[in-house]
C-alpha cells in the first residue's frame, strides 16, 4: 500500500509564492509511479494542475498554471515537489498529491490515480 504524507502550504498573498512536498512512503519508490498534482476549490471540482512522469521524467501542467508553477521529484529523497510563484486568489484550494502505475491512463485525469495524499490547504489572499 503506498502512503502519501503532504507538507506545506499555507496562506500568501497575491504574487507570492509556497511550496507543497509529498512524501512516497510505506516502502515504495517514487520512480516507479507517475505523480501528479490536484487540487479543489470550495464548491468545485477536483482539478488537474501538474504531473511528472517515472521515466525520463516529462512534465505537464494545466495552462492555469503554466509559467507559474514548476513540478519536480526527488527520487533518492522519495519527494514530489510543487513549487508555486505568482500566486492569485484563484490558486485557493486544498491541494492534493497522486500516485499511479505507468500505463493506467491520461495523466490529467484523476480517475488515473490510485493513490492520494490527504490535501493541504493553500490561501492566496488579495
Known amino acids: 500500500q503506498v502512503e502519501l504524507v503532504q507538507s506545506g502550504g499555507g496562506t500568501a498573498q497575491t504574487g507570492g509564492s509556497l511550496e507543497l512536498s509529498c512524501v512516497v512512503t510505506s516502502g515504495s519508490t517514487i520512480s516507479m509511479y507517475n505523480m501528479g498534482w490536484f487540487r479543489q476549490a470550495p464548491g468545485k471540482e477536483r482539478e488537474f494542475v501538474s504531473a511528472?512522469?517515472?521515466?525520463?521524467?516529462?512534465?505537464y501542467y494545466a495552462d492555469s498554471v503554466k509559467g507559474r508553477f514548476t513540478i519536480s521529484r526527488d527520487n533518492v529523497k522519495n519527494t514530489l515537489y510543487l513549487q508555486m510563484n505568482s500566486l492569485k486568489p484563484e490558486d485557493t484550494a486544498v491541494y492534493y498529491c497522486?500516485?499511479?502505475?505507468?500505463?493506467?491512463?491520461?495523466?490529467?485525469?484523476?480517475?488515473?490515480?490510485?493513490?492520494w495524499g490527504r490535501g493541504t490547504q493553500v490561501t492566496v489572499s488579495s
Open positions: 497522486a500516485a499511479t502505475s505507468p500505463g493506467s491512463g491520461p495523466y490529467a485525469r484523476s480517475q488515473t490515480y490510485n493513490y
Open positions: 511528472i512522469s517515472w521515466a525520463s521524467p516529462n512534465k
